[in-house]
């Protein structure tokens, strides 16, 4: 694998929040603090130089009051003329508070000095304005979640908080300026039955976006434009096997848009049972459906009704000044849902996923352009502080859209000293499309001249540490696409340097034939002691004389215990020695003219072996005569049943009929013992 470096840094203070600069991705910003009160840790906002792989420095940092709150929530806007713009999200003083007066959402700009300043003087950080953007004033809400939509090159972008512990959850829509006055104008409140686990927002238009959101079992979505027209869509339920399985719902964690058509998703498996990836395929509008839809809702506003359980509330123009409430209605028809069309299940290492990045590497010019074939990079924090690395690729045939081969990298674990509180990847500008770099021969040279990287993020609050791991990307030329000839060359992208792992088929294979094994064991050993089949394992050896059968197989060589056999027809027409078949390895005993020959049995005197002779066979005429079963001293019968029990031949159950036609030849050993 190639050798992936990363870079440490320890601040003062704990850090919670952290986000990449959009148009330098060399510059990182990260916030947090002790909260309120004299304990010796401030709260402060730092800016990082991450340009190289193996040192973090800081440029600048400010220190905020210590009456107030941490840095709860943190992100890099738009460009303000010179300034870059940033948002966070910081309760008020525990007074203010109790006047009802949160202003929880706060705008900063960073400025740079002129490159004619001295190198010396640090960029300053300025607080621009502060505000309220929740209509909630409970005392304990603070600002959980902020997000932003992508920037893109003259459109502006639209943001979205959300509350926490709040008993009236909501969200609030807000637009971000790039020119003017810095302070967010509002757009509306989204009213919530349960708080939002977390959001996320993308402009799929000129003037359109899209917000998602997600309880614990539920995920929503609504269209945002100039002005609000529709409500949130419910486009997911975690199913709810309960009633048949017993087994609790998997909950959400955190969702990501990865383009306006998909979005993934990382939940929580129920008991600490793992954590694992979903991607989703939205719906897509339906002319019918949207006509319907919209003819209910004229009727429903009449009642001012609700939307699924939310309502939203938005101001004429976006203007916090000149207030209309606007209630969004509910429908009755049936909302089409998305599809789950991948997944892929965490290390069994990672009991729960906290956290959730994305980064596209290949990301449209513009959101009105078509999202192409695409790399997208993943990284999901776990409980145990690892980072678990994956890739998704996006393809696109003519309409069709797929996103295939979600496939894990590699996962650094024990990255920081306790919890991780926040990751983000930093902005990917996808390489020039002209015909230098576009060629395959070029692409290839210039990739090993001047390595590019996407840099991956990680902040713990424990540790007060900041650790920014750098993934080496290569460019990436399809060399199946098609080209038009006079036409331009292959488009070149990139996509991770590093070798994803596709689900391997050992473990599967490996218990396959484990089972296949077991089964061949079992089926083998009953064939054997029911007589079906040579001994090959010497499962009747191990098994109660009551279990076995007479020996029913033909033909053959083997063993048996240590007795050497080959298999013969039964002696008799009637099968009645078909249990000493076994022993039948060396003569020539088959029936013949419908009678059969005398069998006789002896024990070797050396080996214990039984041997099997016939009645005409030589025999030594110093040994004893063999005689038939009755003739047998009862001495001497016990200690042939025990031989031929142990050698398999013979059960309790099977009586002594059986021994009829066969001579036993005397034992020594028992002979001698009687004579003395």
């Known amino acids: 694998m190639v050798p992936i470096p990363s870079a440490e840094l320890r601040t003062s203070y704990s850090l919670y929040s952290l986000d990449f600069d959009p148009e330098d991705a060399n510059r990182l910003i990260v916030a947090g603090g002790g909260g309120p009160g004299n304990h010796g840790v401030g709260n402060k906002i730092t800016v990082i130089d991450a340009s190289r792989p193996d040192t973090l420095d800081i440029v600048s940092e400010i220190e905020l009051s210590r009456d107030e709150d941490s840095v709860a929530t943190l992100a890099v806007g738009p460009r303000n003329k010179d300034l870059i713009l940033l948002y966070a999200g910081i309760n008020s003083s525990a007074d203010d508070i109790a006047k009802g007066n949160n202003e929880h959402f706060r705008v900063f700009s960073l400025d740079e000095p002129s490159k004619t300043k001295a190198s010396s003087e640090k960029p300053k950080i300025t607080e621009l304005s502060r505000s309220s953007l929740f209509a909630t004033t409970e005392k304990d809400t603070y600002q959980r979640v902020l997000r932003l939509s992508a920037p893109f090159p003259g459109s502006a972008q639209v943001g979205a908080v959300a509350t926490g512990f709040s008993k009236e959850p909501e969200i609030a829509l807000f637009d971000v300026p790039n020119t003017g006055d810095a302070t967010p104008k509002l757009r509306g409140n989204l009213e919530l039955v349960k708080e939002a686990v977390d959001i996320d927002i993308i402009q799929t238009g000129p003037d359109s976006y899209q917000l998602a959101y997600c309880d614990e079992f539920e995920l929503r979505t609504m269209n945002i434009g100039k002005g609000i027209s529709e409500g949130p869509k419910l486009v997911f339920t975690m199913p709810d096997e309960a009633a048949i399985t017993g087994a609790a719902r998997p909950s959400f964690r ?75 209605v509910a429908t009755k028809l049936e909302e089409p849902k998305a599809r789950l069309c991948i997944s892929a299940k965490l290390p069994s290492s990672v009991t729960r996923a906290t956290g959730l990045a994305i980064r596209n590497l290949t990301p449209p010019a513009s959101p009105t352009a078509k999202q192409g074939d695409a790399q997208f990079v993943i990284a999901v924090t776990g409980q145990d502080s690892s980072i678990t690395i994956y890739t998704l690729d996006h393809q696109s045939v003519a309409d069709i859209n797929l996103i295939i081969n979600l496939f894990k990298v590699t996962t650094f674990k024990n990255v920081h000293n306790g919890p991780i509180s926040g990751v983000a990847f930093s902005y990917v500008i996808p390489p020039a499309d002209d015909s230098k770099s576009s060629d395959e021969k070029a692409v290839a040279k210039k990739g090993s001249v001047r390595p590019e990287y996407v840099k991956l993020a990680s902040i713990g609050s424990v540790g007060n540490s900041c650790i920014v791991h750098s993934l080496p990307l290569k460019k990436f030329v399809d060399k199946t696409a098609q080209t038009r000839r006079g036409g331009p060359p292959r488009a070149a992208r990139y996509v991770l340097a590093l070798k994803s792992q596709a689900p391997s088929p050992k473990g599967l294979l490996f218990f396959t034939a484990l089972i296949t094994l077991f089964i061949g064991i079992f089926v083998q050993s009953f064939l054997e002691i029911k007589g079906y089949s040579a001994p090959m394992i010497g499962a009747r050896r191990f098994a109660p004389v009551s279990w076995q059968q007479n020996a029913r197989y033909r033909a053959g060589h083997g063993v048996v215990g240590n007795v050497n056999y080959a298999n013969s027809e039964s002696l008799t027409p009637d099968g009645v020695h078909g ?75 099977m009586g002594e009929t059986i021994f009829k036609n066969i001579l036993f030849g005397e034992l020594g050993a028992v002979v001698g013992g009687l004579v003395r």
């Open 579 to 653: 249990f000493l078949a076994s022993l039948l390895a060396e003569k020539d005993l088959k029936v013949q003219d419908g009678q059969a020959k005398k069998v006789i049995l002896n024990v070797g005197a050396k080996d214990g072996i039984v041997q099997v002779s016939g009645h005409d066979a030589e025999v030594d005429s110093t040994a004893p005569t063999p005689k038939e079963w009755d003739e047998l001293h009862e001495t001497q019968k016990k200690v042939w049943k025990e031989k031929l029990k142990a050698a398999g031949h013979w059960g309790e159950e």
């Open 254 to 328: 955190s969702v990501r848009y990865l383009t306006p058509d998909f979005i993934l998703a990382v939940a929580n498996l129920p008991q600490g049972g793992g954590a694992v990836l979903h991607g989703f395929r939205m719906p897509k509008d339906d002319k019918v459906h949207s006509k319907l839809k919209e003819k209910e809702e004229e009727e429903a506003k009449k009642g001012n009704g609700k939307v699924n359980g939310a309502a939203i509330t938005t101001t004429t123009n976006g203007d916090t000044n000149e207030t209309t409430d606007k209630t969004v």
